[in-house]
Structures are given as structure tokens and as C-alpha cells.
């Protein structure tokens, strides 16, 4: 449980973090609240030469409203963002799943942008970004670009991200009035969901369905053309592949996601 040996390089500035970057490349890893790259590290499956501390970049912790979206700064912390007034108004499910995330501990150090770039398809977040129809905008020495949720997440722990670029921002679009609804199933309260849904505006993100987030597309297609809750959720779990473990099979799963899909359309339906 010890990592490898590293540098660490602590910086203050968005500017600063990306001339780190740019000089180490891929040998650089990026630390924001720590929940996800330390196990890594402790574990020796991640053994980055240089660990570049981005916690004191205080530019980008912000919640803010900018036309008609809400914008969120990557290292914004998830109690932050669970008690944040306008958030609470104009994204809602986002504020409900992120004072669901672990524990109070993890909740004042974990970050936003920490998950989304973890891209792991267990964490909740991602699911929520993705039900939110989000945006997540990257900076780097060619400038910035804005990357819809939906094309962020390629693989297990995988996104179009390159060594020399940060996640600065999320953008999402209001859903003030929208109904929403969130729903997890886990063995104890702190723990990985073994399936999650996040749903609003007719959008639906599953937790914990696949190797990547998922939008339970089928669901989605079925409530655009007028079905009802109840056959709409019967098809959460059409198009996935859940994880095959002792505790939790794969059909255990198809049949959380159906369960848990109805519950939380049904809690949107309530709100709306």
C-alpha cells in the first residue's frame, strides 16, 4: 500500500497546472481531491512520475448561472455543489446525486471534475452529467474545447482528454421545473452503487450498467413516443453490459436497473 516513488508539484493557477503539464506530458498526473488517483497509486496501478496538485486552484470553484446554462468549475466539491443555492434551483438532480457521493469526508475533498475524468462507470457523477445533457470544457496549449458528455467518456477510465490539457468547466442547460429523479442500490451506504439511475428531461443515466456511463437510450426513445413508465423502465437495461461478480451478477443488475428506472421516472413524474 505504499506508491511509487513521484514528484510532487503543487500549483496555484489554471495557467501554471497547464505549463506542468505541457513540460511532463504523460508521465503527469493530475491531483484534485485525491479519492481517485491515491488508491491508484497506493495500489501501484497508477506509478506517475509526476504528481501535479491542483487543489489550491481556487479559480475554478464557482456555480454560476450564464444565459441559459449553469456553469460549474471542475474543482468545485461535491458538498459545494449539494448546498449551492443555484444549483439547487436550476439543476437539481445534480445537487441531490452530489450529497450522495461516499461519505462526509470524501464529500469536502472529492471535486467534480476529479470524477468526470476518472470516467469510472460506477461513480455517480457521470451518470448525472450525462442525464443532464452536459458539456465539459478542456484547456489546453491549443486553447479550449467544449466536448458533450455523451463523447467524453470512450472507455473504462478513458476520456478524449490528452496529457496536456485540464478539465476546466461543466456546462449544463437549466432544468428549472424539470422533473428529476435519482435512484442507487448499494450493499452499504458508502459504497460504489451496484446499479444507480439519474433521470431528467426525459434523460436517463445509469450507474454501474457497463465499461463506460451509459444513457439507458432504449428507455429514453420509449418515453419520447408516448409510453408509460412502467414499459418505458422494462427496457433500462436493453444495450448494456453489467459487470458479471459474486455479490451483484449481471442479470441482478438488468433487473435492479428495470426496478430502479421506474422508481426514479416515476419520482420525475412526481416533480414535474
Known amino acids: 500500500m505504499i506508491p511509487a516513488e513521484f514528484r510532487y508539484e ?33 495500489l501501484r496501478l497508477a506509478a506517475p512520475e509526476y504528481v501535479v496538485d491542483i487543489g489550491p486552484v481556487d479559480e475554478l470553484r464557482y456555480v454560476r448561472l450564464d444565459g441559459g446554462d449553469v456553469v460549474i468549475g471542475a474543482l468545485s466539491r461535491y ?17 441531490r446525486v452530489s450529497g450522495e457521493v461516499g ?58 482528454l490528452e496529457p496536456d490539457e485540464l478539465l476546466t468547466e461543466v456546462r ?3 432544468q428549472t421545473g424539470q422533473g428529476w429523479g435519482f435512484q ?7 459504497d460504489w452503487a451496484m446499479v444507480g439511475v439519474a433521470v431528467t428531461g426525459g434523460r436517463v443515466g445509469l450507474i454501474n450498467m457497463g465499461g463506460v456511463p451509459l444513457r439507458a437510450t ?23 453490459n453489467p459487470p458479471d461478480e459474486p455479490h451483484a451478477t449481471a442479470e441482478y443488475r438488468r433487473h435492479l436497473a428495470r426496478v430502479l428506472t421506474r422508481r426514479a421516472l416515476t419520482e420525475a413524474a412526481a416533480r414535474s
Open 218 to 240: 432504449a428507455t429514453e426513445e420509449a418515453l419520447a413516443s408516448g409510453a408509460s413508465i412502467a414499459d418505458a423502465a422494462a427496457l433500462a437495461a436493453d444495450g448494456t
Open 172 to 174: 449544463l442547460p437549466r
Open 79 to 95: 458538498h459545494d455543489l449539494q448546498q449551492d443555492p443555484v444549483l439547487r434551483e436550476h439543476a437539481p438532480l445534480l445537487a
Open 10 to 42: 503543487r500549483v496555484s493557477t489554471v495557467d501554471e497546472a497547464l505549463a506542468r503539464l505541457a513540460e511532463h506530458g504523460d508521465e503527469a498526473k493530475v491531483l484534485a481531491g485525491g479519492h481517485s488517483l491515491l488508491p491508484l497509486m497506493k
Open 103 to 160: 461519505d462526509r469526508q470524501v464529500r469536502h475533498r472529492g471535486t467534480i471534475g476529479g470524477s468526470l475524468v476518472h470516467a469510472d462507470s460506477a461513480a455517480d457523477l457521470p451518470a448525472a452529467v450525462l442525464a443532464s445533457d452536459a458539456v465539459l470544457v478542456a484547456r489546453g496549449p491549443a486553447g479550449e474545447r467544449r466536448i458533450p458528455a455523451a463523447e467524453f467518456f470512450l472507455g473504462p477510465f478513458t476520456t478524449p
Open 184 to 190: 442507487k442500490f448499494t450493499r452499504r451506504a458508502i
